[in-house]
């Protein structure tokens, strides 16, 4: 979406070649081959959201997926083996999962894939975006109805044409704002501050106004009702 970004994934598939895949350092997968080197954890990560399909199923409503899931499934049960005849049609794995879940989770994730749509910010594209198009590449060479359907970048948010910073004090949470103007004042304030990969501008007094224009109509609204004369 935007012939931008666009333009911009075309430079980065030229120079990509020499970006460093791996490191010594930080978080990632260890290669199999060689355990001192990581795999950059950028690189690593651009398919997790397949594990979104599967996720209700075995996170057990909770964040760290501590407590019990719908499948009675534990992590160390979830083998590359058992991963590979949900997510690549693979063989019939050897494991103590019946195999009645196995194909639910399967099932899960052929209904929802592939990702119709990545949103993400724009200083993503020479990265994690991109990335995500080859891995997804990589792990489905020929099933091309497993491959990213399509990537929407956007800018990033301003507070009052300024850059939001805890450290400046311009700094605003979702919870704030809706506190503050209401949901439908932020609403409309946030249709006003912007589109496409330009940074939108969240702007108080936008939102203000909002509020201020949404009660006058709805007085307005609740006099043309309580008007017999316009029956």
């Known amino acids: 979406y935007t012939d ?21 350092y930080g978080l990632g997968s260890k290669l199999p081959w060689d355990e001192s080197w990581l795999i ?5 990560s651009t398919i997790y959201m397949s594990y979104y399909t ?23 049960q979830m083998t590359p083996e058992v991963w590979d005849y949900i997510l690549l049609a693979g063989p019939a794995p050897k494991t103590t999962i019946p195999m009645a879940s196995l ?8 209904y929802w894939y592939p990702l119709d749509l990545r949103v993400s910010g724009k200083d993503l594209v020479p990265n994690h975006l991109t990335y995500a198009v080859y891995n997804h590449v990589a792990m489905w ?3 091309k109805d497993k491959w990213i359907q ?17 450290s400046t004090g311009n700094f605003m ?13 932020m609403r409309l304030a946030l249709a006003d501050s912007g589109d496409s990969v330009e940074d939108a501008n969240f702007v108080s007094g936008t939102a203000d106004a909002a509020i201020l224009r949404l009660y006058t109509l709805v007085e307005w609204v609740k006099e043309v009702l309580a008007d017999k004369t316009l029956r």
């Open 150 to 166: 399509g990537i929407r970048a956007n800018g990033h948010l301003l507070l009052n044409s300024e850059k939001m910073s805890k």
């Open 173 to 185: 949470t979702l919870t704030d704002a809706i506190d503050a103007f209401s949901a439908d004042g």
């Open 141 to 143: 060479p020929e099933s």
């Open 4 to 24: 931008e970004v666009k333009k911009n994934f075309n430079s980065t598939l030229d120079w990509l070649k020499e970006h460093a895949c791996s490191r010594t």
């Open 103 to 110: 194909d639910k989770m399967k099932r899960e994730f052929e």
């Open 54 to 76: 599967v996720a209700h199923l075995l996170q057990g409503g909770t964040l760290k997926g501590t407590g019990p899931n719908a499948l009675s499934i534990t992590a160390d």
């Open 40 to 44: 950059e954890s950028l690189s690593d």
